[in-house]
C-alpha cells in the first residue's frame, strides 16, 4: 500500500494544555497558527496536525474547533495520546 505524500498546510506552535480555572485537559492543546495566507482558522478544523519533539517522537492530532472564536489565530487539537510537556513551544504541522 502506497503513502500519499502529505501536504502541509501551515505551520503552527504549541501554546500549551487546554485549561480551566481548576482542572487541565491534557489531551488538548492550543495551536497558534503562522500563515498569512490563512483568513479564517475554522477552515482548518478537521485538518490533521503532526508535532515532533527533539527526541524524534510524533505525535498525531486533530483540530476540533477555533479558540477565542477565531480572533487571535488559535485553535484547539486533541490527540489520542497525550503530549508530554516539553513537547510545549514545539513546532505543529497543519496537514
Do not use: W
Not at 46 to 69: F, L, M, P, Q, T
Amino acid at each position: 500500500m502506497s503513502k500519499a505524500k502529505e501536504e502541509v498546510k501551515c505551520v503552527g506552535v504549541v501554546l500549551g494544555y487546554r485549561r480551566g480555572s481548576n482542572t487541565q485537559y491534557v489531551n488538548q492543546v492550543l495551536i497558534k497558527i503562522f500563515s498569512p495566507n490563512i483568513k479564517n482558522v475554522s477552515s482548518l478544523i478537521g485538518s490533521k496536525v503532526i508535532v515532533r519533539d527533539k527526541y524524534g517522537n510524533e505525535y498525531r492530532g486533530k483540530i476540533i474547533r477555533a479558540h477565542a472564536r477565531g480572533r487571535n489565530n488559535v485553535v484547539i487539537a486533541v490527540f489520542n495520546t497525550n503530549l508530554p510537556g516539553q513537547a510545549i513551544g514545539a513546532e505543529a504541522l497543519i496537514i
